[in-house]
């Protein structure tokens, strides 16, 4: 059974899963046990309550970062950190390069590299192209460290982890009235530069998006697509390009998800998945390695969408 084989493959990561903030303006931080299905429990708060956020970790070396997102009033340029192993309240880590309504962001894992793209300025500047960095286990503002091949908002975004290239997935845009971006794009996270085009996927935006890092597979799931909200998930290899090859489905229709994983531990969990009775506040898992359709995990601890999320899986 699916369920039977999560637990053998993830058995000894022990991998911490979050997921932080969301819409009606969250400040909530919930967490999960990767290994073990079951609704989220309470974990702390975020300096400022926003939804449209993004995170990304330094997997093993225990630290998340929440940067961007809207408050209700403004879009902000707040970045928080906290230690994934302990629970508690996050603590101010910097700022991005601008206020932001829906960056994307990724890391090279224990490298300690985190990058954000992208993402929506404030006044309305239709998309930004501009990627930034810092390093995770040092507070700091973001240093600039390229461009995207376009510019864009509600990407998804993954790496493989130590190996070092981090892929930013479709989004949305305003080229000639293309709003459902296919394109994928690449960076070597280590080095500064633009990114390079990767391939293309099913053209999506607010998807949920990650990987089992250095065992090299990303997977982008669900999201808003031309003819509404999606099911699919989608998959690639992350170190070769060419273009996204479908996975399976999520349980339900969703958009606005958010998606982190135990790293090489090879399960992946997708968190605001609307489920009706429960609208958004159900979690899906599946298997990384092996294409299929995800399985019920549990519920978050408060209803929410467009929530960001991070883990400590080895990467």
Request: aromatic residues 8%; negative net charge; charged residues 15%.
């Amino acid at each position: 059974m699916l369920a039977d084989k999560l637990m053998s493959v993830v058995s000894s990561s022990g991998s911490r899963g979050l997921f932080a903030g969301g819409s009606g303006y969250s400040d909530v931080i919930d967490y999960i046990e990767i290994s073990t299905p079951g609704n989220a429990t309470d974990f702390g708060n975020l300096t400022l309550a926003r939804a449209y956020l993004k995170g990304t970790d330094n997997g093993i070396s225990d630290r998340a970062i929440f940067g961007g997102g809207n408050d209700g009033s403004s879009y902000v340029n707040t970045i928080d950190y906290v230690t994934i192993s302990s629970p508690g309240n996050a603590t101010d880590f910097g700022d991005l390069w601008d206020g932001l309504y829906a960056p994307s962001g990724c890391s090279n894992g224990s490298n300690d590299r985190g990058v954000f793209g992208g993402g929506v300025g404030q006044p309305w500047d239709g998309g930004q192209n501009t990627i930034g960095y810092v390093t995770i286990s040092t507070t700091s503002n973001t240093t600039d460290f390229g461009d995207l091949t376009y510019a864009r908002y509600m990407m998804g975004s993954c790496s493989n982890g130590t190996s070092e290239r981090g892929v930013f997935w479709g989004g949305a845009g305003h080229r000639g009235g293309d709003v459902d971006k296919e394109m994928i794009d690449y960076i070597t996270i280590s080095s500064t530069g633009n990114a390079t085009d990767f391939g293309d996927q099913v053209g999506c935006y607010a998807s949920g998006t990650t990987s089992n890092g250095t065992s090299d597979r990303g997977v982008n799931c669900g999201g808003g697509g031309p003819g509404g909200d999606l099911n699919n998930i989608q998959y690639i290899t992350i170190s070769s390009t060419g273009n996204a090859t479908d996975f399976g489905d999520l349980t339900v229709v969703s958009t606005w998800v958010a998606a982190t994983s135990s790293g090489v531990g090879d399960v992946a969990v997708v968190g605001s998945i609307d489920k009706g009775a429960t609208a958004n506040s159900g979690i899906d898992y599946f298997t990384i390695s092996t294409t299929g359709n995800a399985t019920d995990f549990g519920n978050l601890s408060v209803a929410r969408s467009a929530p960001a999320a991070a883990s400590n899986g080895l990467a």
